[in-house]
Structures are given as structure tokens and as C-alpha cells.
């Protein structure tokens, strides 16, 4: 069983800047991809940013530009840097990974979050 923990959020003020970091339990080497979501109260989950293990990185049309994703093997820790913040982006930030350890055997595994909040 894989363990996430992510960490870094905060309270920061519109055009301030954070980093989050999600660490894994276990080497995220072999992971299918590794992503972060964001949920505000009330609102659904939506998925921030994917890093695929052998594809393209993708982000949400609001955070292009201002977030990017990057990974540590060595630290088995995904980061999540995020730059002119705005107070839309006001949210618990989750990370999450699949793995498939066997063949047709895949899970997927979420942390518990961080608080990120951006005042004006």
C-alpha cells in the first residue's frame, strides 16, 4: 500500500507564490502518472496538473503558466510549484498516483491534502 502526504500549503497573499510536495511511501519511479487536484468547499474536485510516466504534461486552462509539476525520484516526492497565485485558486490541493504493480491489477492512491489559501 502506497502512502501520499502531501505538505507546503498555506496562507499566501494574490501574486505570492508556494511550493507543495507530496511524498510517497514507496519509490515513485513505476507510478502510471503522478497528479494534483484542488477542491473548494462546495465544489467539485478538478484535476490542476498530470504528469504521465511516458506522456505529456497536462494543466487546467486556469493554472497554465503560473503552476508547473516537476518530481524527485531520489526524494520519492512530486512538487507542485505554484506562482501568481490568485484567490481562485483558494482550495484543499490533493496529490494523487496509480500504480499498476501486477498486470490488470491498478490502484490508485490520494492524499489527504493541503490547505492553500490566497487573499486579496
Known amino acids: 500500500h502506497v502512502q501520499l502526504v502531501e505538505s507546503g500549503g498555506g496562507l499566501v497573499q494574490a501574486g505570492g507564490s508556494l511550493r507543495l510536495s507530496c511524498t510517497a511511501s514507496?519509490?515513485?519511479?513505476?507510478?502510471?502518472?503522478i497528479a494534483w487536484h484542488r477542491q473548494a468547499p462546495g465544489k467539485h474536485r478538478e484535476l490542476v496538473a498530470k504528469?504521465?510516466?511516458?506522456?505529456?504534461?497536462n494543466y487546467a486552462d486556469s493554472v497554465k503558466g503560473r503552476f508547473t509539476i516537476s518530481r524527485d525520484n531520489a526524494a520519492n516526492t512530486v512538487y507542485l510549484q505554484m506562482n501568481s497565485l490568485k484567490p481562485e485558486d483558494t482550495a484543499v490541493y490533493y496529490c494523487?498516483?496509480?500504480?499498476?504493480?501486477?498486470?490488470?491489477?491498478?490502484?490508485?492512491?490520494w492524499g489527504q491534502g493541503t490547505q492553500v489559501t490566497v487573499s486579496s
Open positions: 504528469m504521465p510516466s511516458g506522456g505529456i504534461t
Open positions: 494523487n498516483a496509480e500504480l499498476t504493480p501486477i498486470i490488470e491489477k491498478t490502484y490508485e492512491f
Open positions: 514507496r519509490s515513485i519511479t513505476r507510478f502510471n502518472y
